[in-house]
């Protein structure tokens, strides 16, 4: 009985101390046993991303991760908000009137003009969620001294019977130089030690984790909803716009991050492009967009320049 | 534990705490490059300029072909050419506002969405890329990879954009007699045999005619790719592309690769780009 006593105030204290914009027990004990050195360090790297990793003068101090879990609300529609200028949440809106000349609203309900509207409040639930996850591991990676955190592995997926909920859980391997200088924010890369080893022979350093999202709802105008029932082949322009500008939201978010963090590029970028109908003929279209930061510090190029081989097996 | 030295590690971690390194000058980019390809890329002087995208959405109507006759659908090649075109088209100009004078790993792809309409995503996504010590002159296209166009740019050739040709053909169904009477002999389907050929040509020559007035040499990495989207088995769409290039240099650069046996009992992947397709796999 006391067991499960001491299980529910351990709980509570770990709300408490995530409430406080810190890390659970289970974690803190885990990185204050890995801090003392008197457990092994763990990692998830490979024999060969082990390797590279001391080959670019680096060692493995333990294995950190940041999770949350967010429930995203649900923003209120533009269809609902006909006649106002810009979205719920501040976003990009670009209207398709009647190209039938009936531009009152209630003249009938085949006239209607379409919408594409940016769901900003979304975007910014999803950003909030990765920045809980985020700044947890970075707490993680500090209380280990480590200079930097490599190989991450994102984690978004939404629970199950939880409605509009997002985790969002990040796992990678922190690493440290001996005598290194301290730096303020540990850097964190999604690119495994093989990777990050080239990345900094070739004169580029990790600084962070970037993201984009850009999510955009189309909901058609007459004028489209005509075209999608005709024989002809066509272009749609109000679809085209509105996955092009999910597409270009994502990309301008990913590289504001990019300058928000002083970097001066990301490369290795993930895009993941997910369609959802919302019922009618309306979808909402989300790019997301996944990369590492990078600074270059060295412009000369490699020592050595690489060598053409040509393998006999 | 004495730390080795290292110049690189250590100058690395100087810029991140905030002293000095060799910043890029520009805007912040993004990219969809592999860190091998960043790297190779700037070997041979190209930088990054930016993620860049474009795309059409198209509704593909229906085209009435005579059920037994083999024959070009040309309202839809002209569909799905034209649909592709508009797509790189708007990718070359997002290229061109953020200051690329090519665009690598192009990646062109056709999305049906299988929603109650026939509609189709066209999509055009790449890095641009840049030299700072070249003057541009246009933009050009490739679908090859940054250690491809290492290789490419160092044998002294460089690629002039993409050339591609479409061809959608309608296979004639056989009649019912013919049908009947092969039932229980081995025997070449001869309509289906000379309508893939055709079709084939067809892009084929559409896609040279394209590298020719580009004033390539040639075309490398050239595929066909055989679907049919959304209609059925007998409307099939064949897709000729490639990258034209030119030689730029005197003469043809001898790299004179290193021939190396690896005695691992696996091959290991030299590099993280997606494995080439099996060589033979078309055409």
Redesign the interface.
């Known amino acids: 009985m006391s067991d499960q006593v001491e299980a529910e105030q351990r709980q509570q204290a770990s709300i408490e101390a995530l409430e406080r914009g810190g890390l659970p027990l289970a974690a803190q004990e885990r990185i204050e046993e890995l801090r003392k050195g008197t457990t092994a360090w763990t990692s998830d790297l490979t024999v060969s991303e082990m390797a590279a990793i001391q080959h670019?003068?680096?060692e493995p101090v333990g294995m950190v991760m940041g999770s949350s879990v967010c429930r995203i609300a649900a923003q209120w529609g533009y269809t609902t908000v006909y006649g106002v200028g810009g979205s719920a949440g501040g976003g990009r809106v670009r209207s398709y009137p009647c190209p039938h000349g009936f531009y009152g609203y209630g003249v009938g309900s085949e006239h209607r003009p379409g919408y594409n509207w940016e769901h900003s409040y979304y975007e910014a639930g999803i950003t909030e969620t990765r920045n809980l996850a985020l700044r947890r591991i970075l707490e993680e990676a500090r209380g280990l001294n480590a200079?930097g955190v490599v190989g991450v592995r994102i984690i978004r997926r939404h629970l199950e019977g939880v409605g509009n909920s997002l985790e969002f859980t990040c796992i990678g391997t922190a690493v440290r130089?001996?005598?290194?200088?301290?730096?303020?924010a540990p850097?964190m890369s999604h690119?495994?030690g093989?990777?990050?080893s080239?990345?900094?022979?070739?004169?580029?350093?990790p600084?962070a984790l970037v993201m984009?999202i850009g999510a955009m709802e189309i909901d058609p105008g007459c004028g489209t909803e005509w075209?999608?029932?005709?024989?002809?082949?066509?272009?749609?322009q109000q679809?085209?716009d509105g996955?092009?500008e999910a597409?270009?939201l994502g990309?301008n978010h990913?590289?504001s991050e990019?300058?928000a963090v002083d970097?001066?590029?990301?490369?290795?970028?993930?895009?993941d492009l997910a369609?959802y109908?919302l019922g009618g003929e309306s979808?909402l279209v989300e790019l997301f967009?996944l990369?590492t930061?990078v600074?270059?510090?060295?412009?000369?190029?490699?020592d050595e320049?690489?060598?053409?081989?040509?393998?006999?097996? | 534990?004495s730390?080795?030295p290292?110049p690189?590690?250590?100058?690395?971690?100087?810029?991140?705490?905030g002293r000095?390194?060799?910043?890029?000058q520009g805007?912040?980019?993004?990219?969809?490059?592999?860190?091998?390809e960043?790297?190779?890329l700037?070997?041979i002087g190209y930088e990054?300029r930016?993620?860049v995208?474009?795309?059409?959405?198209?509704?593909?109507?229906?085209q009435y072909a005579n059920w037994n006759t083999n024959q070009e659908m040309s309202?839809?090649t002209?569909?799905m050419y034209q649909?592709r075109q508009?797509a790189l088209t708007?990718m070359e100009r997002?290229a061109e506002q953020v200051g690329g004078q090519g665009v690598v790993g192009l990646k062109l792809e056709v999305q049906v969405?299988s929603?109650g309409?026939p509609?189709a995503?066209f999509v055009a996504?790449g890095t641009a890329v840049a030299n700072p010590q070249q003057k541009a002159r246009g933009i050009w296209v490739s679908d090859l990879s940054g250690q491809d166009l290492y290789?490419l740019i160092r044998a002294g050739y460089q690629p002039i954009g993409l050339a591609f040709g479409a061809c959608v053909y309608h296979v004639a169904h056989q009649g019912l007699g013919q049908w009947v009477g092969q039932q229980n002999q081995n025997v070449e389907l001869g309509n289906f045999t000379s309508a893939l050929y055709e079709a084939r040509e067809l892009a084929m020559t559409r896609m040279q005619d394209e590298a020719r007035r580009a004033r390539a040499q040639g075309i490398v990495a050239m595929r066909i790719e055989q679907k049919s989207h959304m209609w059925g088995s007998h409307v099939i769409e064949f897709l000729a592309i490639g990258t034209s290039v030119r030689l730029v240099a005197d003469q043809h650069q001898r790299?004179?690769?290193?021939?190396?046996?690896?005695l691992d009992d696996e091959?290991a992947p030299v590099t993280?780009a997606p494995a080439a397709p099996a060589a033979g796999a078309e055409g």
């Open positions: 670019a003068g680096f200079h130089r001996r005598g290194g200088p301290q730096l303020r850097f690119l495994d093989v990777s990050f080239k990345l900094l022979h070739g004169g580029y350093v600084v984009g075209q999608l029932r005709s024989w002809s082949n066509s272009r749609i679809i085209s996955i092009e597409r270009m990309i990913l590289e990019v300058a970097a001066d590029g990301a490369v290795g970028v993930e895009t369609t109908e979808m967009l990369g930061a600074r270059r510090y060295a412009k000369e190029p490699l320049p690489p060598m053409p081989i040509m393998r006999l097996r | 534990m730390v080795m290292h690189r590690a250590d100058a690395a971690l100087a810029c991140l705490a000095g390194g060799d910043r890029h805007r912040g980019f993004s990219s969809d490059l592999s860190v091998d960043a790297v190779l700037k070997e990054p930016g993620l995208v474009g795309s059409a959405v198209y509704h593909i109507g229906i309202d839809l002209h569909a649909a508009e708007s997002h969405h929603g309409h509609l995503e996504m290789l790299i004179s690769p290193e021939l190396t046996v690896t091959v993280d």
